[in-house]
């Protein structure tokens, strides 16, 4: 590999906004390490260790992220590899060890989308592992982020269930806009709308087996109608208890299938909110919707 088709750590670091507060200066840097890595992959030096070095910089700052960038800058396409295999200079183990960095990083940025805040308050005060090899490395953050989303989709579970209060608000930082084409996969669902939160920059989380909604049964009104025919479909939860984020979005993402032509531009899903609940018939929420 080209020593010049690395991006370097250093380089993702702009300088030039001193003058910002910490928090301005926070997001500049990261919106100018997006900026420098796009930039790259769209020149002839593209490589897939860059579009990794994406996904991560769009969920967390590089500063937070450094030991990772390392870590994919020590990356090699598989047609390196098996240039090297075949001259002998690496042996198979090796290759495999390699190939196998994209299936760890995958799983790390799945955990990473689905914590609160990308992980990243967790990952800037994790101690260092500097023994660790890159893929030992990869696959150590990501099990360690996995315990924190456990505790998180535990910690989400009992704050609804102790509460006995329906969520006034629903996955209002859920990114995904709705399009006139129907998903029968929940599985290829739940993929595409995890590559729309990669795109995003500051995305929300997107954790599909986390608890949305405690109850059977829920109205959703039919935002294409006027308020005052109160038209609404009824959704029921695959288990008979309650709504995860994955499910409630990709019923909610069918239902809409129909009616996205009637709302024109007005197909970004901005989180559902209660507007009735009379205690006799399921709560009715709303699809607020962005342009």
């Avoid at 919106?31 to 994406?54: D, F, G, R």
């Avoid at 240039?83 to 940025?109: A, C, F, K, P, W």
């Avoid at 005052?228 to 008979?240: E, I, K, R, T, Y």
Wanted: proline share 4%; aromatic share 8%.
């Amino acid at each position: 590999m080209n020593p010049d088709d690395t991006l370097a750590i250093s380089d993702l670091f702009n300088t030039d906004f001193e003058w910002l507060n910490p928090h301005e200066k926070y997001i500049t840097e990261r919106i100018a390490a997006i900026a420098l890595i796009e930039k790259q992959i769209e020149s002839s030096a593209s490589t897939p260790q860059s579009h990794l070095k994406l996904s991560l910089i769009r969920l967390a700052h590089p500063s937070v992220v450094e030991d990772l960038l390392v870590a994919l800058d020590k990356y090699q396409t598989s047609e390196d590899i098996s240039e090297l295999i075949s001259s002998g200079t690496i042996g198979l183990m090796h290759y495999q060890d390699q190939t196998n960095m994209v299936d760890e990083m995958d799983r790390l940025l799945r955990s990473m989308v689905s914590l609160d805040d990308n992980g990243e308050n967790y990952l800037t005060n994790r101690a260092p592992t500097p023994d660790l090899n890159p893929i030992e490395l990869i696959q150590a953050i990501a099990a360690e982020l996995a315990t924190e989303l456990s505790r998180e989709r535990t910690e989400a579970e009992n704050s609804l269930f102790y509460s006995g209060r329906l969520s006034r608000c629903v996955m209002f930082d859920i990114h995904w806009s709705f399009f006139n084409e129907t998903m029968h996969s929940r599985s290829h669902f739940d993929d595409e709308v995890f590559r729309s939160h990669l795109t995003a920059h500051n995305a929300g989380s997107w954790d599909p087996e986390r608890v949305a909604i405690l109850g059977q049964k829920i109205r959703i009104e039919d935002p294409s109608c006027s308020r005052q025919f109160q038209s609404c479909v009824q959704l029921s939860a695959d288990n008979g208890a309650w709504f995860s984020h994955g499910e409630l979005l990709f019923k909610l993402h069918n239902l809409m299938v129909g009616i996205c032509p009637k709302l024109g531009d007005r197909t970004y899903f901005d989180g559902l909110a209660l507007v009735e609940q009379d205690g006799i018939s399921p709560p009715m929420y709303r699809v607020n919707l962005g342009g």
